[in-house]
């Protein structure tokens, strides 16, 4: 079992930046996919930006640009440096760790943090 432990999340004005962190604990086999997901008022989870132990890192269109995904390997922990903060952004943002093990992936989550972009 993988717990997450986020933080970081807050209230910030547009244009601003915040830095979101999560540490994957309890994982026997190496945790393959670090990423962040968010959810908006009213609206279904979504992928904001996920990074691969190899260094792969992916980012949704709505971000690329602004979002910095980085991952410590040696913690286990993933941030997400955002910058130039729009309203649109304000979300519960979750960690989610994946983890092979054997042939089987396991899917995990923090608890959320929210964000708030707003004069």
Avoid at 71 to 82: E, G, H, P, S
Wanted: aromatic share 10%; proline share 6%.
């Amino acid at each position: 079992q993988v717990h997450l432990v986020e933080s970081g999340g807050g209230l910030v004005q547009p244009g601003g930046s915040l830095r979101l962190s999560c540490t994957a604990s309890g994982s026997t086999s190496p945790v393959n996919v670090l990423g962040w997901y968010r959810q908006p008022p009213g609206k279904p989870r979504e992928l904001v930006a996920h990074t691969t132990n190899g260094g792969r890192r992916d980012y949704a269109d709505s971000v690329r640009g602004r979002f910095t995904i980085s991952r410590d390997n040696t913690k286990n922990t993933v941030f997400l440096q955002m910058d130039s903060l729009k309203p649109e952004d304000t979300a519960v943002y979750y960690c989610n760790a994946d983890v092979l093990n054997g042939t089987k992936w396991f899917h995990y989550w923090g608890q959320g943090t929210p964000v708030t972009v707003s004069s």
